[in-house]
């Protein structure tokens, strides 16, 4: 497993990150969670990212992974769900660090990430504040903020946050454009890419009712990829290394149900980066087709 650091802030991550959502889900049978969870820390992946919303997730790598907290760096996301208190507040904040150190069993949390807080609030500061607090508390490491857009360019011009969790993918490659990922390097932020696999848009037959999914849709359908690049097929490996070695990007965060799927993409990844001439076909299929597209909240 491909390790790097993320940005300057001293952590050292896998390439694959294993995005928890899907493993969080009520209808996964516990001990099949618990399993999963051990199969991508024993395959080498070293970054779990997870979320408030993300339903039993934060409560499973507590209950699974407790006594392995040393192998692996932690990442959630939160600003929202906390009882009695009102989302994106300062006191929602603290409260939403409290409750995820106790539910995932650690006294640290690596990387904390305000999820797709909007822009209005960010500028307001509170949240930030509070964020910051608590990591000089030595309750959360990294200050991190996940979204999209003009959110995202403040949260990388603001000089508060470490890292930042973005999309970038075959079919959503706005943040090449917006020079996104350069200003975050040269600020020596972190970078970890959520969608690397485009929600797998190319496997639909017909547009998906989901509002991000039947973006990915439209622009797949759009930009002709199955004429531009034909005999490609894999488009899950395509899409992934796409992502995964644009510069400045740490680590790119996938969610299965499957050990196999991880390994599949680890697998992926070890072929290294695009020719050169691939990548130049897949950003002009972009920019000939989605000219100013932005990322898909």
């Known amino acids: 497993m ?7 802030t001293g952590l050292r991550i896998s390439q694959l990150g294993f995005g928890v959502m899907q493993a969080g889900d009520p209808g996964i049978d516990e001990a099949a969670a618990g399993r999963l969870l051990h199969e991508a820390l024993d395959m080498g992946i070293t970054l779990l990212d997870t979320a408030r919303s993300y339903q039993l997730s934060e409560e499973r790598i507590g209950r699974h992974l407790r006594q392995r907290r040393g192998e692996f760096v932690l990442s959630t996301k939160l600003g929202y769900g906390v009882d009695g208190v009102a989302d994106w507040t300062a006191e929602c904040i603290v409260q939403g660090v409290e409750r995820a150190l106790r539910v995932m069993h650690t006294d640290v949390i690596d990387i904390v990430h305000l999820h797709s807080c909007p822009l209005e609030t960010l500028q307001r500061g509170e949240v930030v504040e509070a964020l910051a607090r608590c990591r000089e508390q030595g309750k959360l490491r990294v200050a991190a903020y996940s979204g999209e857009n003009e959110a995202l360019d403040f949260a990388i011009a603001c000089g ?20 996104r990922l350069r200003r ?8 970890l890419v959520k969608r690397p696999l485009a929600s797998l848009a190319w496997r639909h037959a017909q547009r998906p009712d989901d509002f991000a999914l039947g973006l990915y849709w439209d622009r797949w359908q759009a930009m002709g990829l199955e004429r531009a690049l034909p005999g490609s097929g894999a488009w899950t490996d395509l899409s992934l290394r796409f992502a995964a070695f644009q510069s400045g990007v740490s680590a790119c965060l996938v969610g299965s149900t499957r050990a196999q799927a991880l390994r599949d993409n ?16 897949l950003r002009r299929a972009w920019q000939e087709n989605c000219p100013g597209a932005e990322g898909v909240i």
């Open 266 to 281: 680890a697998g992926a990844l070890a072929l290294g980066p695009l020719p050169e001439a691939t990548l130049r076909t």
């Open 2 to 8: 491909i390790t790097q650091e993320l940005g300057r």
């Open 184 to 191: 975050a390097q040269e600020a020596g932020m972190g970078v």
């Open 160 to 179: 508060q946050f470490q890292s930042v969790q973005t999309s970038l993918n075959l079919v959503d490659q706005g943040n090449l454009d917006f020079d």
